[in-house]
């Protein structure tokens, strides 16, 4: 997407604000897609030195001070705050305007700036957002819309949930055209990136040789670094690896270990 194509981008989502206020994973290369997500979970990546930007003692008025003036941290967290409950009543539309505010003055920042990490997020909070509708509010599901605000926050900030969510969409077909080979794509990025949901999808796919070529060994080495990753409410995830690592031969077993061993000496490296 052109640079000007996201302010573009970016200017639309800040006016909704307003007025509502290689498919295996290698380097080369099922939950229903509008099911709920939480939208403002995922962790700050890449940033002790934007953790200390803004303290995280700072209080509730420190930090709409903060926000206010056009600081992006604190209206990240005030966005979290007000999506989880956290510490205010959980309210979805402010934490859409705050989540709006970033996009809207930071889109076109550089992937490299020491904010990129929070304008991703909350364009994938945005995405998640109108992949759900907000109840009692103008903010309505547009599965399109999320699908562009993943997309962008994929494509040109390379976010691993965001690859993730777009994945999902292409390969349900929800907001975008059902494309098997596009969705195994983004979620082949997101699972070298360590995202485990992603991990776990495309370790699931391809052990079963679901819409992709079966590939039980590496399946199985995706599952197992899924599993170790996994939260304990993400119950579809062990239960993937069960059923995998139930079915899977000592052959396969034997090779996903060797796979896994690269995978961390890779990481290591």
């Known amino acids: 997407m052109a640079r000007s194509t996201a302010f573009a981008l ?31 979970s995922a962790p700050l990546a890449g940033g ?3 953790k200390k930007a803004v303290a995280p003692s700072a209080s509730l008025t420190a930090l709409q001070y903060a926000a206010e003036g056009g600081h992006p941290i ?10 989880n409950g956290d510490g205010v009543t959980q309210d979805d539309l402010r934490a859409f305007q705050y989540f709006s505010r970033i996009a809207n003055a930071h889109a076109e920042d550089s992937p490299s700036a020491p904010q990129a ?34 997309s962008y926050a994929a ?11 777009l994945a999902r969409l292409y390969l349900k077909g929800v907001g975008a055209p059902h494309d098997v080979k596009y969705g195994a794509r983004w979620l082949g990025l997101a699972a070298q990136k360590g995202q485990h949901q ?7 796919m391809l052990f079963v040789g ?14 197992t670094l899924a599993r170790d990753a996994a939260q304990p409410d993400e119950t579809w995830i062990t239960e993937s690896y069960n ?27």
């Not at 990490?117 to 547009?142: E, H, W």
């Open 198 to 204: 992603a991990q776990a999808m495309l370790g699931k």
């Open 117 to 150: 990490p929070v304008v991703a997020n909350a364009f994938v909070a945005l995405g998640r957002y109108y992949l759900q509708g907000i109840p009692n509010s103008t903010i309505k599901r547009d599965a399109e819309r999320a699908r562009e605000m993943f």
């Open 243 to 269: 059923k995998a690592i139930a079915k899977a031969s000592e052959d396969d077993r034997a090779m996903a270990l060797q796979m896994l061993e690269h995978w961390v000496q890779g990481r290591r490296d």
């Open 74 to 83: 604190a209206q990240w967290r005030l966005g979290r705050m007000y999506a």
């Open 10 to 40: 970016a200017w639309s989502v800040a006016c909704v604000s307003a007025s509502a206020f290689a498919f295996d994973g290698t380097v080369a290369g099922q939950q229903d897609a509008a099911a709920a997500l939480p939208v403002a």
């Open 48 to 50: 002790e030195t934007l």
């Open 210 to 223: 679901d819409q992709l070529p079966r590939q039980a060994a590496r399946g199985l080495m995706w599952l």
């Open 155 to 165: 494509s040109y900030f390379g976010n691993a949930d965001a690859q993730y969510d």
